[in-house]
């Protein structure tokens, strides 16, 4: 029996296929694609956030660590809910101190983000958006405490809290 080597040509045409193919599915099944928020101009979020906030949800820009006191020391029962538009995405007992200076959570309400791989350092690092107005918030780690392993490291000024 012998092992088959796909060509140079073939092996790049199925990674291609692989990365495009679950982008594909993820459109067709984006409950948010019609949102309003999606048709918001960009000088239109540039007079409705204040300006480091507006920066990172629609820049992917990030604030200094320890820089929104407000957030980072939120501790009241609540959620953590989208700056630009709303959307809940975190329950307040999933946020731990991570000694990072942004605000982070174990864990994340499903459906609120989409998630892509961000190289802008170099090193392959998993970036999360808002999945109804597409706001960047930060990126995910798995150096997280249990149950998930995982780090939601968020942008306090990209967030709201609303108390229970």
């Known amino acids: 029996m012998s092992i088959q080597i796909p060509s140079r ?3 790049l045409m ?3 296929l692989a990365a495009v193919a679950p982008t594909a ?3 067709a099944e984006d409950p948010y694609a019609n949102s309003p928020f999606r048709k918001i101009s960009d ?3 540039k007079v409705r956030l204040m300006p480091a906030s507006y920066a990172v949800l629609r820049h992917e820009d990030t604030e ?3 820089s929104d006191k407000v957030m980072l020391n939120e501790h009241r029962k609540g959620v953590f809910a989208c700056l630009g538009c709303g ?3 975190f329950k307040s007992e999933w946020k731990f101190e991570s000694g990072t200076g942004w605000p982070s ?3 994340a309400l499903p459906g609120a983000f989409i998630k892509k791989t961000d190289l802008m350092i170099g090193v392959p690092r998993t970036e999360y958006h808002c999945a109804q107005c597409l706001g960047h918030h930060g990126h995910v780690f798995p150096d997280g405490p249990k149950p998930t392993g995982l780090r939601y490291c968020n942008n306090g000024v990209a967030l709201k809290f609303i108390p229970a």
Do not use: I
Request: charge should be neutral; charged fraction near 10%.
């Open 9 to 11: 040509r073939g092996f």
């Open 14 to 16: 199925a990674t291609a």
């Open 25 to 27: 599915v993820l459109a």
């Open 43 to 45: 000088a239109e979020w």
């Open 64 to 66: 200094p660590p320890g």
């Open 87 to 89: 959307l809940p995405l």
């Open 105 to 107: 959570f174990y864990t």
